[in-house]
């Protein structure tokens, strides 16, 4: 079992910055990738941004490249997303994913996520 928990949202005015984190506690972190997805108010799930356990290998969701970033540190068992030039359209709840996955490449589709944290809202206003 990993747990993992979210911080960092809130709100932030257009064109500003957030930096969300994951925190996990469980089995060996540094086995696991990592992703963000986010959810709309009645809109799915969708995948923004991914890291493999190694951290070699990142994607993400081609309405936040270059404006995202998604980084991890194993010592401390945390995964960050730092987002930059938000935009009204990025108002959602974020979630933290982990798949236990030693593979160099990473997973964008939801039903490859084993753990999920329970949240955290991010709002950009105009």
């Known amino acids: 079992q990993v747990q993992l928990v979210e911080s960092g949202g809130g709100l932030v005015q257009a064109g500003g910055s957030l930096r969300l984190s994951c925190a996990a506690s469980?089995?060996?972190?540094?086995?696991?990738?990592m992703a963000w997805f986010r959810q709309a108010p009645e809109k799915e799930r969708e995948f923004v941004a991914a890291?493999?356990?190694?951290?070699?290998?990142?994607a993400y969701a081609d309405s936040v490249k270059d404006r995202f970033t998604i980084s991890r540190d194993d010592a401390k068992n945390t995964v960050a997303l730092q987002m930059n030039s938000l935009q009204p359209e990025a108002t959602a709840v974020y979630y933290c994913?982990?798949?236990?996955?030693?593979?160099?490449?990473?997973?964008?589709?939801?039903?490859?996520?084993?753990?999920w944290g329970q949240g955290t809202q991010v709002t950009v206003s105009s």
């Open positions: 469980g089995r060996t972190f540094s086995n696991y990738a």
């Open positions: 994913a982990a798949d236990w996955n030693l593979n160099s490449n990473v997973a964008t589709r939801r039903n490859a996520y084993d753990y």
């Open positions: 890291i493999s356990w190694s951290g070699g290998t990142t």
